[in-house]
């Protein structure tokens, strides 16, 4: 007969996944730490995941394809013009950031970590929306031939995320609002793919 697997306790052991791995770090973070912070017992975890990397695995795969379907979501509203699905999109990731900044840290951690590669079958997806949004800025005069998909991805993600990232440090010590930022963020990727 199949174990029954408690969604709660799976919902605790991701959160707790993410908290751990934001407080630790990703190599610092070990199964026990984990299943502690999630009330859990390490045989639990065990019985539902084969090791931490399989658990982070799951959570990256988790919310690298939400953006993807934001992504999907955005280019099905906003089919003529890269301008305001960039806005919105920007817009989500400072919204994300607000409201769930472990997972948002989470994500940054993975992001920037090489043992975390997207699954083929989001490599093709991710693939697919770069190329519409090329051709959407290719069409409305928005984006030069010259951008790659791999630049158009770097600075759609990596950029973006850096930089609310890199803010959120606060290394100067102002009193700035991440929201501040929307129109100069869109603006210079804009201008970054008309090069």
């Known amino acids: 007969m199949a174990r029954k697997i408690d969604d709660e306790k799976i919902k605790r052991i991701k959160e707790a996944t993410m908290q751990t791995i934001v407080e630790n770090g990703i190599e610092d973070t070990t199964i026990a730490m984990i299943a502690k912070n999630a009330n859990v017992s390490g045989g639990y975890l065990y019985r539902i995941y084969k ?39 920007i817009q989500n990731r400072i919204i994300y950031f ?45 984006i030069s031939e010259n951008i790659s998909l791999y630049q158009l991805h770097y600075h759609l993600f990596v950029y973006v995320i850096d930089y609310i990232h890199f803010k959120r440090k606060n290394i100067f010590g102002l009193k700035e609002s991440i929201n501040e930022d929307l129109p100069f963020l869109t603006q210079s990727i804009l201008k970054i793919f008309k090069q």
Not at 59 to 88: G, H, M
């Open 98 to 142: 607000i409201n769930e900044p472990i997972a948002s840290k989470f994500y940054y951690q993975l992001l920037h970590n090489e043992n975390f590669a997207l699954p083929k079958d989001l490599r093709i997806k991710t693939l697919h929306v770069m190329e519409t949004i090329k051709a959407i800025g290719l069409k409305s005069g928005e």
């Open 51 to 89: 090791g931490k990397q399989d658990l982070i695995n799951e959570l990256f795969f988790e919310k690298a394809n939400s953006l993807y379907q934001e992504l999907e979501f955005l280019l099905s509203v906003q089919q003529n013009t890269i301008e305001s699905f960039i806005n919105s999109f």
